[in-house]
């Protein structure tokens, strides 16, 4: 009996074997580098997204503290310049009066005026009132405790020998600067900073200077609202005085930002006052890292904000990335290659590459999305986790936003739908917009069934957020409700913008084209014909605008 056939026929079989274990194993490899590559710089993109992001809101946030502390700075100077009410007192210093008489007359003024003059929030722990000659005419001093101790005059030294930094405030008497000087020192008592504020008393139309107003306040009373408007613990802040010490601190720097720091601090004690002139990261740092600190001032108080970015929550935060990327890259690839040995021992090699190629492409077109929508789910429980509610209400929309877009079972939703949907898509933009824009929803819910395009609102709203409100200057407001008028229904997007050429845009609109001249119509075209499509002729977009008040209406077919 003949072998031989039997013989080729398993030596065939291994051989076609050996084919598609190495046409299989090939595949797996080029994906696992392509989903590698892909990862890769899924992960390098979204690196420098977040650092973009906490840049920015570094960048916010010491803006938004340096106008915080100059509305508080603004409220002492009003507080002290009460002072101009006491018109005895004033023509007393005026005239040079002697020491002596001033300090028994005047003894308990320091008192009345810190208890009557300022709110209990602004925590004012000691006022002092000095003469020309830097007499202490008058003290007052909040508690007098061994934990809650202040000196009887600022020009004395503390029990430890330390300075309360009164050479900083002779100097400043002594110059022709008129605004409030701004300074501090440390308590070793407290062991804490106090901001001080030291206020010229003029007399003569302001020609003379006869005495001075020095009030200290705890740090508190500032720290309580910066933590209030930074955007994360880990914010590295130093506020500081042109020509003087570091007022105050917060965050933790490290060792390498400390050096930094203490270079910018440095610099800034070196600078002198311009009440013209502001300062930026170029004075007080090299050119080389300038990028690495942000800078705000106020020059008239000779003020200067200085942050860093929190380097340890950017790495951390890349490590939580890496993590996600790679457990959905191993996903994928285990994936695929499950999909390589189920599937591909049924065709044959030119049919079986053609059939992974079109497979690849399919799973391709869904990765992004899915992929966004999977972190978007994972950041929501990070977010939870680490007690980070507004993130994890951003990502809950975001993902809301990205299911309603990528679901393409209908084309035609209802009302209810469509608003639920600009919920989400308003909360993302107004956080956005760090809040500045007043949204008013006003749908009645008997329209809730009317049905429209879907995607039809959100260009609107747009349109009004982006071009509409974006030059507005005080109160912005966003407007979304609905009327039935003559048996269709109307719902109305209002804004209290610049306004457009509503009679040029209706015109295109009913001609079917593009209103180039205003960038405003990018979109609306679209949505009209979607409309006219669905509900008919009748209806679709009409626009009336005026300065301050733009309504653009969606005109609907009412549901029976």
Do not use: W
Not at 122 to 138: F, G, P
Not at 178 to 193: D, H, I, K, Q
Not at 300 to 321: A, C, K, N, Q, T
């Amino acid at each position: 009996m003949s072998i031989g056939p039997t013989t080729n026929m398993i030596k065939k079989q291994k051989k076609n074997t050996n084919i598609r274990a190495t046409f299989y194993l090939a595949v797996v490899i080029l994906l696992t580098i392509g989903v590698g590559a892909i990862s890769y710089a899924n992960l390098s993109l979204s690196t420098r997204v977040l650092r973009g992001q906490l840049l920015n809101a570094s960048d916010k946030s010491l803006e938004n503290i340096s106008t915080a502390f100059l509305a508080r700075i603004n409220m002492i100077e009003d507080d002290l310049a009460g002072i101009y009410a006491e018109r005895e007192l004033l023509a007393l210093l005026s005239e040079g009066a002697d020491f002596s008489r001033l300090r028994n007359e005047y003894a308990g003024f320091a008192r009345s005026f810190a208890t009557a003059a300022f709110e209990t929030q602004l925590r004012v722990d000691a006022l002092y009132l000095y003469n020309m000659e830097h007499s202490c005419i008058s003290y007052y001093r909040r508690a007098d405790t061994p934990t809650f101790r202040y000196p009887t005059d600022i020009y004395s030294e503390a029990a430890d020998g330390a300075s309360y930094n009164g050479e900083i405030v002779k100097s400043y008497i002594a110059s022709d600067r008129t605004a409030m000087l701004v300074s501090g020192y440390y308590n070793p008592y407290r062991e804490r900073n106090i901001i001080r504020f030291v206020y010229k008393i003029f007399v003569d139309n302001r020609r003379e200077v006869a005495g001075y107003l020095v009030c200290d306040t705890d740090e508190q009373a500032f720290q309580r609202f910066v933590n209030e408007l930074t955007y994360f613990t880990e914010q590295i802040i130093y506020v500081q005085a042109i020509g003087d010490r570091v007022l105050l601190t917060f965050g933790t720097p490290e060792e390498r930002q400390q050096e930094l720091l203490a270079g910018a601090s440095s610099r800034i004690g070196e600078l002198s006052y311009d009440a013209a002139k502001g300062v930026s990261a170029g004075d007080i740092t090299d050119a080389g890292t300038a990028q690495n600190i942000f800078v705000t001032s106020i020059p008239r108080y000779g003020l200067v904000f200085y942050s860093m970015l929190p380097e340890s929550m950017l790495r951390e935060s890349s490590r939580s990335l890496m993590y996600i990327v790679i457990t959905l890259s191993i996903t994928v690839v285990i994936a695929l290659i499950i999909f390589s040995f189920l599937f591909g021992s049924y065709f044959t090699a030119q049919y079986e590459r053609s059939r992974a190629d079109a497979e690849f492409r399919a799973l391709q077109a869904q990765i992004n999305p899915h992929f966004l929508y999977n972190t978007l789910e994972t950041m929501i429980g990070v977010a939870r986790r680490n007690n980070c509610p507004e993130v994890g209400e951003l990502c809950r929309a975001l993902a809301q936003i990205f299911r309603y877009s990528m679901d393409t079972s209908e084309d035609v939703v209802t009302l209810q739908r469509e608003m639920e949907h600009i919920r989400n898509y308003l909360f993302v933009m107004t956080t956005r917009m760090n809040n500045e824009v007043e949204i008013r929803l006003c749908v009645d819910p008997a329209h809730m069934q009317t049905r429209l395009p879907k995607m039809s609102l959100q260009p609107i709203v747009e349109n009004a957020l982006k071009h509409g409100l974006s030059e507005v200057r005080g109160e912005k407001i966003l407007s979304i409700y609905s009327k039935e008028i003559e048996g269709k229904i109307h719902l109305i997007v209002r804004d209290n913008g610049a306004g457009t050429d509503a009679d040029a845009l209706n015109r295109a609109l009913q001609n079917g084209v593009e209103y180039s001249k205003d960038k405003t119509s990018i979109g609306i075209l679209n949505v009209h014909k979607r409309i006219r499509f669905v509900c008919g002729r009748d209806f679709g977009l009409f626009i009336e605008s005026s300065k301050g008040d733009t309504k653009v209406h969606l005109i609907l077919q009412k549901t029976l």
